[in-house]
């Protein structure tokens, strides 16, 4: 098809719920489901837990090469999240942009905030609600990854979160998982979609006019 070999403009999908609400099984299928998203794998100081992979889930680094990075203006952001460092590499970024493709973000709020701030114009903002704070207590506790401490952390941290609903584009409910997901699929279709991203459509429209007919 033409349409798919002209060029389009990328567009940064930032991802923003409360620990426990499926954020990651979400944006997960989403990148798997689409060959011209790429997600951004934030670096962090903090420990992996069980499961998680170098390079996969983050690149774990300690906080003397977190330094470093910040020094080196490696981050398009980054932030400090329950006394952990996280942050965004600038250059893959940067890169997919380049080749027109798109990219997800699986941060939080100041992060999402810090980035849209940057890129405006690229930048799609996405919420995800949980059912109830009770459900996501209980997801939180099922996973046991965290202490009690840090859970109350968590809840605590997201109360305040969730208040920040009206700063985002899209609000999604996580109450049944397809559901959620068929949404979240369906923003990134129509926004790929916006007329502002698909550089291809002046020059074909040109072409298009010259036509003899
Ligand atoms: P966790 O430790 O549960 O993986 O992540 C804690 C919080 O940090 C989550 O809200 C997660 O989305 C956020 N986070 C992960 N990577 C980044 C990043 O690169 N920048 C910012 N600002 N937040 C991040």
């Known amino acids: 098809m033409l349409s798919e070999k002209l060029p389009t403009r990328g567009l940064l999908m930032m991802v923003v719920a409360p620990s426990g609400v499926g954020k990651t099984s ?17 670096a962090t100081t903090r420990d992996p837990r069980p499961g998680e992979h170098e390079g ?3 690149h774990f680094v300690d906080r003397a ?6 020094d080196d ?18 250059k893959p970024i940067m890169d997919a942009l380049e080749r027109g493709e798109s990219v997800l973000f699986d941060i939080d709020y100041q992060g999402a905030m810090s980035i849209h701030d940057q890129a405006p114009e690229d930048s799609v903002l996405v919420y995800i609600l949980p059912p109830s704070l009770a459900e996501m207590s209980r997801r939180l506790h099922a996973r046991s990854q965290d202490s009690e401490a840090v859970i109350a952390q968590r809840i605590a941290r997201s109360k305040d979160e969730v208040e920040q609903w009206k700063t985002f584009d899209y609000v999604l409910l996580n109450e049944d998982f397809d559901k959620a997901y068929s949404d979240l699929a369906h923003i ?23 036509e003899d007919v």
């Open 188 to 210: 990134y279709h129509a926004e790929r979609m916006k007329r502002a991203r698909n550089l291809w459509i002046a020059p074909f429209v040109d072409e298009l006019l010259k």
């Open 26 to 42: 979400l944006t997960r299928r989403l990148v798997a489901d689409h060959s011209d998203l790429l997600l951004s794998i934030s």
């Open 56 to 58: 996969r889930d983050y």
């Open 73 to 90: 203006n490696a981050f398009l952001e980054w932030a400090e999240v329950y006394g952990n460092r996280y942050g965004s590499p600038r």
């Open 65 to 70: 090469e977190f330094d470093a990075m910040i």
